[in-house]
């Protein structure tokens, strides 16, 4: 076992005390959004080991079937297949999708011939990798999640009389529900350059002043003012509002469109940084690729359900670079699979940790470690509240 330090992203929509709160430091008055735990190339960890401290990449690419487990190795390569990420969102994130395994692959490898830097601010695929991911909410968790039913949206802009929201209603009287919100969508993403601010400002005023929507009056209200003019502020018209309490997770295949509003929460994910994006962001919105992308489908809230084993409750999806296992809140004895590395954190109290080979270690809030697949299970005692990610399916 090793213990960690581990990159935070300071991304403008990060929440200013919530990370450094669970890492126990004093906040610097800047935006602290993502703090990373694992070996992607764009923040990897460093491990401390006997020799000194070295980079987590480092310490896999020496030896990665006594690091990984040569399992691991035979299914994913020599790299380690899973991020976990806490996340810390004080403004909403980009409304965003992400590439399936084959579009990640083959989108990476069209940028890397065409000689794109990875840094560039226009590039789509920084890895070859695909992302579905799974959020575990520490905190009320506010996001947008998957497409509703049309009818839905159809219904909130009853009584709307703007340009834009009469042709949305066409679009999504649409008989198909796919085909009505991908032209709905379709729509707001390709607004012509000299309309889009009209059109989009005069639907926000009478959205204000007339529309119902539910949940939704607020949030396309408060997207708007935050980002005027963008069509994602309306999109969100298309999407799920969902409110996860602390201890409810989401699990987000390719192609689902979603959007982080607000909260703290644990992500786990495949090890990619691939994201495209349709609006509520400065970065690089590429239209033609996301909607080549998205999946359409109307379909419920992908809520993660967890099974309670060992003395843990363990989230397994799809996709199988990752499991997420919680521990506690309250008093621990849990084993943690070692089948596999392991990446573990402890958000709260102070927790031992005993390998079946190797020294144990003793572990307090904020701190993290990487478990080797040579160590085999850990045993997790203690007080506290403790998430760790596994390989998910071997």
């Known amino acids: ?212 929507g539910g949940s939704h009056r607020a949030i396309v209200a408060d997207l708007a003012s935050r980002y005027p003019g963008d069509p994602g502020a309306v999109a969100a018209l298309l999407l799920n509002h969902v409110t996860l309490w602390p201890g409810q997770a989401l699990f987000l295949p390719a192609g689902n469109m979603h959007a982080y509003l607000q909260g703290t929460a644990i992500e786990v994910m495949a090890g990619s940084d691939n994201v495209l994006r349709a609006g509520l962001t400065r970065k690089h919105v590429d239209a033609v690729e996301l909607l080549d992308v998205v999946d359409f489908s109307v379909l419920p809230i992908p809520y993660a359900r967890p099974e309670h084993l060992d003395g843990r409750r363990e989230f397994r999806s799809a996709a199988p670079e990752f499991a997420l296992h919680e521990i506690g809140p309250g008093r621990l004895t849990a084993h943690i699979p070692g089948d596999g590395p392991a990446v573990l954190l402890v958000l709260q109290g102070r927790v031992e940790l005993i390998a079946e080979v190797g020294q144990g270690m003793t572990l307090g809030q904020g701190e993290s470690v990487f478990v080797q697949a040579d160590s085999g299970p850990v045993k997790v005692e203690g007080h506290g509240h403790v998430v760790a990610a596994t390989v998910g399916d071997l």
């Open 1 to 212: 076992m090793h213990r960690l330090t581990n990159q935070v992203r300071p991304y403008a929509w990060g929440a200013r005390t919530a990370i450094p709160r669970l890492l126990g430091v004093e906040p610097d008055g800047t935006p602290q959004a993502e703090l990373w735990l694992g070996a992607h190339h764009a923040a990897p960890s460093t491990v401390h080991c006997e020799d000194g401290p070295r980079s987590l990449p480092g310490l896999i690419s020496d030896n990665p079937h006594r690091v990984l487990g040569r399992r691991t190795v035979e299914r994913f390569g020599g790299r380690l297949p899973f991020l976990l990420k806490i996340l810390a969102a004080e403004a909403p994130l980009s409304l965003q999708v992400h590439p399936d395994a084959a579009r990640a692959r083959s989108g990476f490898e069209a940028e890397e011939r065409a000689g794109i830097p990875l840094d560039a601010p226009h590039r789509n695929y920084r890895d070859p990798h695909h992302k579905p991911e799974l959020l575990l909410a520490l905190e009320p968790f506010e996001a947008l999640c998957g497409f509703r039913e049309p009818a839905a949206a159809h219904a909130d802009l009853c009584g709307l009389a703007c340009d834009l929201a009469v042709r949305l209603r066409e679009d999504l009287a649409l008989p198909e529900e796919g085909e009505a919100l991908r032209t709905a969508l379709t729509r707001l993403l390709t607004l012509p350059e000299q309309e889009r601010e009209r059109l989009i400002g005069d639907f926000v005023r009478e959205w204000s002043t007339v529309g119902t």
